[in-house]
Structures are given as C-alpha cells and as structure tokens.
C-alpha cells in the first residue's frame, strides 16, 4: 500500500467534506444552516472575513488529513458503512487545525506549514476566536444527524468528544508549564513525558478512533483497545517529529530547524539526552533550552548533544516499542481483511516516515 498516495488522494475527499459544513464562504443559507435563521439580519462578510478565511488560510496549507483518514480505515475494519459516516471525519481534523491556531499564539510562533502564522495575518483576537470555533464547528455533524443514527451512540460520541477535549487542554497546559519553568521540566521522566502527550498529542488521533468506532457500533472492548492504538499512533507520531526536528532533513527544512530547542520543550530525545549527559552536559543543555534561542550555532550544539547521547534512536525505538504493543491486542479484536492490512500499514508509516 502506498500510503503517501493514499493520504494524498483521501485529503480531497475530505476537503470536500469539511467545505460542506465549513464552507469556504458564506451565505445567508450556509450561515441559517450553521446558525439557524437570524432573529434580525447577518452581516456575511463579517462571518467570511473573521472565520471563513482564517479557517480556510490554515487548511489550505496542507497537513496529512491522516486524523480523519485513521477515522476511515477503523470504519471499513469495523464493517460499516464508510458512506453513512464519512462526514463525522472533520470532527478530529477541525479541532486540530483550531488547536495548531492557539498554539502558535501561546508558544509565540512565527511560520506554520510555511507561511506566517495565523494571528500574524489576522491579528490575535479573530485568531483566537476562528482556532476556538473550529472546536465546536465540526460537531454539527452530531446535531444534524441525531435522528440518522441511534441515540445511545451519539450520546456517547459527545462523551468521548467531551472528555477528549478535556483531555487536550491539560495535555497543553502541562506541555506550556514545562517550558515556561513554571514546574520542574529539568529532571522530567519517560512517563510523564508520555502521560502529557497522550493528553496533548494522543487525544485528538484516539477522538477519532473512539467516535469511529462508536458510530459504527462496535462494543466497548474494541471502543477502547482502538483508542490505545491510536493513542499510541498519535503518541508515537509526536516522538517522530521530536525525532525529525532534531535530525534535518525535509521535515526541519519545512518546520524549522530545532523548533523545540527554541521552545525550550522537554522532548522525548531532550528528556533522555538529561537523563544520560554527564553533568557539564546536562548543564549545558539546559543553559541553551532556557535560553529560548535562536541562534542557528547555539541550536546545532544543542542538538549535538542530544545525538551525543542517542537521543534520537531512543526516541523512534520508544514510538515502534509503543506502537507494536498496541497493535496486538487490536490484532486479536478485528477481523482478517484489506482495511485491517491497511490499518496497520498506516499506523507503521507514521513512525516511520520522514517528513
């Protein structure tokens, strides 16, 4: 299975849908459809130039769509309908791209996906606000469906949507606390580290597991161990771009050279490199991290030493380690098939791959 083509060729697909209930201009039908009818008279423009673009700047620069792809493939494992679901995709891929808007406000960023980013365009105030719509834009795809679909699953589809979000915040909030020095980040362990990216990083990409496999009716073993699969996927992705920010290539050129030293994040390679360093290294490391550089010279130190102490190769090793354990107890749950082959072709990719 050639996965690139395969993301490349769903992600207008679900373009196609995300327009569908986020189109990329309104109308009074689109905002009546999104709002309900106006008490008193809408104002179309204000709602183009302060959602619609800004929403739709940030999508159009491109992204794997691999959150509602995962969404897809666990509905053709599971058996269902992909026809009857497919809209419920934009859920994980919308709050994604709203979470990507206020994070690069609160980690002060200045390019996403290669061109500046959002509130540098639009200012902050309608940055905040479109990234906070996007979480709850995609959710009138379970208010339009209600009667389509038994209660109970969409009920427990916003309990997962709820919880997830929940989820998020804390992860984030754990991720800003850290390299702001507002808690201890300076001696942080590998579970801790994992816990805050499962919340951060896994919750989005288990949102999507556990809202696909609920709709499609599975029970509440499989809900679950689906969700640690990709929770684990999600967790492991996060590693790579650890990984990959600090090892060049295409993904640095694209993202931007040890972002993550800039940040002064406690990445999973960074949180082994602390562990392993001697203590004039350690030291060092940490003086560049609290720096918020940079310094093109001072990043490149920075990162030979987390190469120093194999902090790369420990971090992919933890994103397969992760990943295979979670399969297999998956792997006993789904039936033999395409979809399944292909679910496990894609969760491997995304460790795997080097952009």
């Not at 009138?140 to 009920?155: A, F, M």
């Not at 702001?180 to 805050?196: I, K, P, T, V």
């Not at 949102?207 to 689906?226: N, P, Q, R, Y």
């Not at 390679?269 to 030291?283: G, Q, V």
Request: glycine content about 8%; hydrophobic content about 45%; overall charge neutral.
């Amino acid at each position: 299975m050639d996965i690139e083509k395969f993301l490349t060729e769903r992600a207008k697909e679900i373009d196609s849908i995300i327009e569908k209930w986020a189109p990329r201009k309104y109308d009074k039908e689109s905002l009546e459809f999104t709002l309900g009818p106006a008490r008193w008279q809408y104002n179309i423009e204000a709602a183009d130039k302060a959602i619609a673009d800004p929403i739709w700047d940030m999508l159009d620069r491109g992204g794997k769509r691999w959150r509602p792809v995962l969404f897809l493939l666990i509905v053709e494992a599971l058996g269902a309908d992909v026809n009857k679901l497919k809209d419920f995709v934009i859920i994980p891929e919308l709050v994604h791209n709203g979470t990507l808007m206020v994070d690069d406000i609160e980690d002060r960023g200045e390019m996403r996906r290669g061109k500046p980013c959002t509130y540098k365009i639009y200012g902050i105030d309608i940055a905040v606000n479109a990234g906070n719509a996007m979480y709850y834009l995609p959710l009138l795809t379970l208010i339009k469906n209600r009667d389509k679909l038994p209660h109970e699953r969409i009920l427990r589809a916003y309990e997962i949507y709820t919880q997830e979000m929940i989820n998020i915040s804390f992860g984030q909030a754990i991720d800003i606390a850290w390299h702001n020095g507002l808690a201890n980040a300076d001696n942080l362990s590998e579970g801790e580290y994992l816990q805050m990216c499962a919340y951060k990083t896994g919750t989005l990409a288990r949102m999507s597991a556990k809202i696909a496999a609920t709709l499609a009716g599975a029970d509440e073993k499989t809900v679950d161990a689906l969700g640690r699969l990709v929770e684990a996927i999600g967790v492991a992705f996060q590693i790579q771009d650890d990984v990959l920010s600090l090892s060049g290539g295409e993904f640095a050129a694209r993202k931007g050279m040890g972002d993550d030293i800039t940040e002064g994040k406690r990445s999973l390679p960074i949180i082994y490199t602390l562990k392993a360093a001697n203590a004039a290294d350690k030291k060092r490391l940490l003086e560049i991290l609290g720096m918020h550089t940079k310094d093109v010279k001072l990043i490149e130190e920075a990162i030979k030493l987390v190469t120093k102490y194999g902090g790369q190769d420990k971090g992919k090793a933890k994103a397969r380690e992760l990943v295979k354990a979670a399969w297999a107890d998956v792997d006993k749950l789904l039936p033999p098939s395409e979809a399944k082959e292909n679910l496990k072709a894609f969760a491997n990719y995304l460790i795997e791959r080097k952009i």
